[in-house]
């Protein structure tokens, strides 16, 4: 009885509907196989966004480390976790898709993180990268705990990031940077409007018949991503390697001042083969 018990408890987690979160939006509109569908078709933004930024901020990467490029593919498996939550709704769904940012977070940590706002303990980003990833897993077995405040422990190390971006950004004169800046902080905040209408208001919102606000944070937080990578980048290359004079730039077309941005290696380079 003990074994079947068991059994049943681990199928009941992948199960439709297993998780404790619901989204507003209405439930098998579309299909009867997806739950929330704009939320599920929403998340594929990440895999249309992430190969783009991938290929723009591959000669930084190289100059710089090749490391970096693992921030981006994890965004590749949020957008996946994402869209496989927001079809169950399962309780393995949830904790991917929060699991799955939490790294990328300790990813991003890990690799641009300022070393001169390291502990005094920290040698070198290399310790500093371990202390990183022993508390990410600690972390990870923790979420388990209490699932439903994952997402809120989430969303205060975008806090910390603000930050951490406002300390550096005070020595940065570059009108560009600063542009950049103020475009990654808008965007975020509206995507974090977004989330907390949609968690907070969706009553409104349902007397309203416009329950998509967690699909457009989808879209304007991998923006948002994208804008604020680069920038931390931009500010990363500038004290790692100044001797390629980075620069800002727009893709597809510069003159814009929109469209995906990503770094320009204007000096001469001294690669380093690193992984």
Same mark, same amino acid.
């Given at each position: ?112 993180? @300022?070393?001169?706002? %390291?502990?005094?303990?920290? !040698?070198?980003?290399?310790? +500093?990268?371990? /202390? =990183?990833?022993?508390? &990410? ?108 004079? @980075?620069?800002?730039? %727009?893709?597809?077309?510069? !003159?814009?001042?929109?469209? +995906?941005?990503? /770094? =320009?290696?204007?000096? &001469? ?7």
């Amino acid at each position: 009885m003990g074994g079947v018990y068991s059994s049943e408890r681990i199928t009941g987690v992948f199960s439709y509907e297993s998780s404790d979160i619901d989204w507003c939006e209405d439930n098998y509109i579309h299909s009867e196989h997806v739950v929330e569908y704009f939320n599920t078709v929403s998340s594929f933004t990440f895999f249309i966004i992430a190969p783009v930024m991938l290929y723009l901020l591959h000669p930084y990467a190289k100059e710089r480390s090749l490391s970096i490029h693992m921030v981006w593919v994890m965004m590749i498996f949020v957008g996946l976790f994402s869209a496989y939550f927001h079809m169950t709704l399962s309780f393995v769904g949830q904790m991917l898709d929060e699991l799955s940012i939490l790294w990328v977070l300790a990813v991003g940590y890990s690799v641009w993180f @300022p070393r001169k706002l %390291y502990p005094s303990f920290i !040698k070198d980003r290399t310790m +500093f990268s371990r /202390l =990183v990833m022993g508390i &990410t897993v600690v972390t990870s077995v923790s979420s388990f705990v209490k699932p439903t405040a994952n997402a809120y422990a989430l969303n205060c190390f975008g806090l910390h990031l603000l930050y951490v971006l406002a300390l550096e950004m005070k020595s940065c004169s570059d009108q560009k940077a600063v542009r950049l800046a103020k475009l990654s902080v808008g965007l975020w905040t509206l995507a974090i409007t977004c989330w907390i209408s949609d968690r907070f208001g969706c009553s409104l919102w349902q007397r309203l018949n416009f329950c998509y606000l967690h699909g457009i944070w989808h879209i304007l937080i991998v923006m948002a991503v994208a804008y604020g990578s680069t920038l931390i980048a931009y500010l990363d290359a500038n004290n790692e390697i100044p001797y390629s004079l @980075p620069g800002l730039q %727009y893709w597809p077309c510069d !003159k814009w001042a929109l469209g +995906f941005p990503h /770094l =320009v290696l204007k000096g &001469t380079t001294k690669t380093r083969k690193q992984c």
